[in-house]
């Protein structure tokens, strides 16, 4: 609780009809990615929310201490964050009540190749940690809040695939391919009490994690060719 103690210094302690649900994630520039918080919670907040839980990441990574999960309290909020190669996906929960939220929608467009670039590789982690749940499943060793983790974790996944067909004519995942994943795979439960479905999902999963590791891939050369004047033009809705 400590180490989140600069929260305080300009926020009012969070009053429980204003306590979130949900979570979000930032790259490893502390630039927010998407968010499944309520529209109300101040954006303001979420990101000095994720700029810390970043400094506490790297400080641990300059410390040589193998730091991938935080857990901490603050203001009647649980947070739970993992550690998305330099970002981080965040976790909000009240702790004594929950609330319904409306999602946020995430940005759309990306200023420039490099912010995509960004995105793309804090989403692709973001697969990562599905894949994470899956196994958790498999080993039937998961909690209450695996399985909250776990609905959040596909809607901020549901939203950066909405952001990354907004943003890009060719490359990346179908919608009807996440979609069916995401029928394949309602719940924790679902999956441990039917182990045999697990292969299929698993299966999926690898088709969908190749696709957007190869759109990275283009994005890179792209990126290359942009630095050596010859332009870019994989964003095509964005000329």
């Known amino acids: 609780m400590g180490l989140l103690k600069p929260f305080s210094r300009q926020q009012k302690a969070l009053r429980p009809e204003r306590l979130p649900s949900g979570c979000f994630t930032v790259h490893r520039d502390g630039g927010f990615v998407a968010s499944t918080l309520p529209t109300s919670f101040s954006q303001d907040t979420i990101l000095e929310i994720g700029r810390e839980v970043l400094r506490i ?8 201490l193998a730091l991938t999960d935080l857990h901490l309290n603050f203001s009647g909020l649980t947070i739970t964050a993992r550690e998305l190669r330099g970002g981080a996906l965040v976790f909000l929960q009240p702790a004594t009540l929950q609330l319904p939220h409306t999602h ?10 490099e912010e995509f670039i960004l995105h793309l590789e804090n989403y692709i982690e973001c697969w990562k940690q599905f894949n994470h749940y899956v196994n958790l499943a498999r080993d039937k060793k998961f909690s209450r809040e695996d399985e909250v983790q776990f609905l959040e974790l596909k809607s901020v996944i549901a939203q950066g695939l909405e952001a990354i067909i907004a943003s890009t004519e ?45 759109l990275l891939g283009q994005l890179k050369v ?18």
Do not use: C
């Not at 792209?222 to 000329?239: H, P, V």
């Open 104 to 113: 946020t929608p995430p940005a759309m467009h990306y200023k420039n190749i």
């Open 170 to 214: 060719k490359g990346g995942p179908k919608k009807e391919e996440v979609h069916h994943l995401f029928a394949q795979a309602p719940s924790l439960r679902y999956l441990a009490d039917g182990p045999d479905s697990i292969p299929a999902v698993e299966g999926a999963w690898h088709k969908i994690y190749l696709g957007l590791q190869s």
């Open 57 to 64: 990441f790297n400080s641990a990574q300059e410390a040589n």
């Open 222 to 239: 792209q990126q290359n060719k942009t630095e050596k004047g010859s332009g870019w033009s994989l964003f095509g809705r964005n000329k």
